[in-house]
């Protein structure tokens, strides 16, 4: 039972994916606040060009 224990800690077969996942969050967070700011920006400027048409 104790070998079973010992083998199933040092196990590490699964971790790359959740670092993987974790990274892939990261980014995907990063992009929705960028676009979200940047997509106000674009849209005000594109008001201004209209309204001074």
Not at 21 to 45: P, Q, R
């Amino acid at each position: 039972m104790n070998q079973l224990l010992k083998s199933l800690l040092k196990d590490e077969s699964g971790q790359d994916l959740i670092e993987y996942g974790l990274i892939a969050a990261l980014i995907a967070l990063a992009a929705i606040g960028t676009m979200t700011t940047l997509g106000s920006k674009i849209s005000n400027e594109f008001n201004a060009l209209g309204s001074s048409l």
